[in-house]
């Protein structure tokens, strides 16, 4: 059975809106009179009313006089279709809370998860054991699906109040399939991640997405990615990438993701395009043009971006990627230790010079319950008069390296030049929220 979510039409009133009953025969089962329509096809928008019956549009124009059951007064009010968060992280979030009150208050009726390279699926008990763990831990749920028609079955178990869509995750497509490990899969390992992936876009899965700035997936190499895009492009799925880098050698990491489309035929989205940091901000036209020449060689390829100017990721990745290698008791180890940290205290340095200071990085979740009253200040502000180098050490060593954090790194110009880049979507790199519970964790 094919599982694939198909997208209901779905509309949201911008605003809060004046309810009236009082129709005497019932042509329709809801009537939006007089809103400013966006039909989300890219005409421009028009005053007009909407008929639905059932879960259905059915009629469009001058609906007055007509009948209904329930009628919504739109006037100065927009009303379009359901948003599309094309990049999001409510994966779990999903099924810890199905409200997803956060997105739906935005106007959103779908998500697409499984962004990054990180899915929940598939988990192997013996080699996902740590991200099973730590799921449960975050989400305070029994993780006791293993793939992704466990994951289905769960969502539809549970109930959510939104359309869900999934990629594949690359990095745990890989941890599940070989271990978390620093080295190329055998030809035995390679072929169950490829057999893997066509099951799962079989079953539904819109594509396959990767991490690259992230363990296990920055272990790849081009190769191993452009063999998984080949499972791709037969099925005319779409390969969905954050991107090796994002600031220095951002030009080089597009190239890589747009040879791998190349090469194995099949589409590609640019997750959360941006050029990090400010010396890098030239760099954005450059790139839109880069995408604009693969896109005239035949190649389709879009982009997603979040309308804000900070990125959202874990702390760790301030720290030079030999120092992640291995668990994180490792990265501790190595924090701890004081040659190392020389070293690792030199590149964290050359990175809070590109970002600015220190001023620029928000602690936003912090997990060992002692240091929580970090979450929502900037280092700048918790270090004071101490060094604010060491401060991050400590806290890095106390939290056992959970720690999330927001930079300000982008330019508010190149925002914009990329949300209205004919290309882009827009996606939030987030994952729904609610006011209470486990989803109530850190700020935002
Ligand atoms: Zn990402």
Partial sequence: MNRRRFIASALTAAAASSVGVG???KEFDLLIAQGLVFDGLGNEPAVMDIGVRGDRIVALGDLSGRSCHRWINAAGMAVTPGFIDVHAHSDVALLANPNAESKIHQGVTTEICGNCGD???PLDEVRSRETIAALQRQYELAVNWRDLAGYF?????NGVCLNVAVLVGHSSLREA???????????TELRTMCAILRDYLALGALGLSTGLEYKPGMYAETGELIDLCKEVAKQGAVYATHLRNEDLRVEEALDEALAIG??????????????????NWPKTSRLLKTVDRARRDGLEVCCDRYPYTAYSTSLKLLFPVWSRAGSDEDLIARLSNEREWLKIRAFVQDKIEALGSWESVLITRVSSPERKQCEGQTVARL????????FVRQLMIDAKGDVSMCGF??????????????????GSDGDSLAPYGVLSRGMP
């Fill in 383 to 390: 270090a004071g008069d101490d060094d604010p180098y060491d």
């Fill in 409 to 426: 790194a982008m330019s508010e110009e190149d925002t914009a030049a990329v949300l209205t880049y004919a290309h882009t979507m827009v």
């Fill in 153 to 157: 079955d769960q969502v539809e178990k």
């Fill in 262 to 279: 190349a090469a194995a035929g099949c589409r590609v989205q640019i997750s959360h395009f941006k050029a990090c940091q400010k010396r």
């Fill in 23 to 25: 129709c005497e025969r």
């Fill in 119 to 121: 899915s929940p699926y």
């Fill in 177 to 187: 399939a070989m271990g978390p490990d620093d080295r190329a899969p055998s030809a």
